[in-house]
């Protein structure tokens, strides 16, 4: 039996609390603020939740810790901490919405809470050892994208200009959101000039560390239509795991995104061409060039080319991370609800200065680890079911 | 007892570091598909079964990428190496400056002690040995 999932979920609410830099809130604060707002955006309320997904950088007890703090143990039939990295909430997406369909819950949150910037600014290192690359002491994460960086400009031709040219088109949206957190005139030649920190990224080429918190409400589509908020409907979803270490990638230059992309098209019925809104994972540039090239909106080796033609900036063909990505918005630890909460609120149409007009089919696209884990989800408004 | 004895022993990893730290550096061949992987598993990644051996590696490969990690006290390397049997592993090329280590160089292997442990770095061919 297959039965399709499109259409059949939906976004009933987000919540996002825009806290960057936020010193004397932990990790679970940000997380309950979020969940609350998400679920006001929609008109329910915590006591209506049955399904939870989290996960955290700081806990190896997500589920436990938030269920306690939100009361939600004794209402929960369904729960999920599954840890991929920043992609881990897109994969929750998916879990929840096939546990949705099948009836085992019906209303799931998916929530994350990071305080990264004010506990320090580092990224949380968790007891997950690697004794094949830590003598070599790359910097983590950094040094698995730069070798893959390196590795595309090796075989593609691909210049530093062109990575710099990723960081100007997140910059010059995230002027036109007043929640961005860098939102200062760049330059090519600043991006160029900045600290090198892993050849060949620079700390420009590298996402900003701020705090954040983010949630989403999922509910069945006939649900949804009786709720608060427009629906935004979960058209496609698709999930791939490649590996953990970058040595054990099978080709630097092409990721699972491939196949989580192909999944989530095929689910939604739809193909790139068709794509009003594109959210993808930036934690560094070269991540915004592999993912355009691997969901199939350039050819593989033609990235650079496609972002130097001003294709992803404000008035360029495609509108790509409009928030300002994680490179000039906000990336808390885990970036990848961000993603959802800025396709969602594109599709409500309320995103003011940076609205896409008549956006109705959004892709938002999550990366974990080191290009390790690909999660891709195709939303649609009520016109695309 | 009456654990399966295929798996009696020591784990895949020591195994591993026991020979490297005997002076030996080893990738496993799986005995059934003839794969080549690394790191050490108990299972062949290509085939699936529980087969792979340890056996003595070439300890030549290229660069298949490459990055200068920058630092206050200094800049140090870090690699992708392309074994000539095939698997990668991440290390570092010495006896050149970080700056100068190019993808596709020709490099060969060497133990070294790093914080009393043997690790594998490699150096450029031409460099002999």
Redesign the interface.
Known sequence: MTETLRGRIAIAGVGNTKRWDAPGRGPFDQLQEAAILALEDCGLGLGDVDALYCALSTSGLPVLNVAERLGLGPNLKQADGTMVGGASFLFHLQSASAALAAGLCDVALICYGSNQRSAGGSLVSMPDPQ???A?????YPV?SY???A??HM?DYGTTRENLADVALAARRWARLNPDAFERGPLTREEVLGS??????LTKADCCLVTDGGAAVVLTRADHARDLAAPPVYVLGTGVAVSHR????MPD?TTTAAVRSGQAAYAMAGVGPADIDHLMLYDAFTITTLLFLEDLGFCAKGEGGAFVSSGAIAPGGSLPVNTNGGGLSCNHPGMYGLFTLIEAVEQLRGRCGERQIRNAELALAHANGGVLSSQATAILGTAATL | MSADSRFDGPGPDTKWSDALKAGRFCIQVCELCSSSQFPPALVCRTCGSPSPKLVEASGRGSVYSTTTVRNRVGDHNVSIIELSEGPRLMSRVDAVSPEDVRIGLAVVTEIVTYQETPILVFKPEAAGS
């Open positions: 004794p094949y690359e003598p070599y002491r790359p910097r040094s730069a070798l893959a390196a590795r090796h600290r090198m920190i892993s050849d060949p270490q970058i040595a054990a630097l």
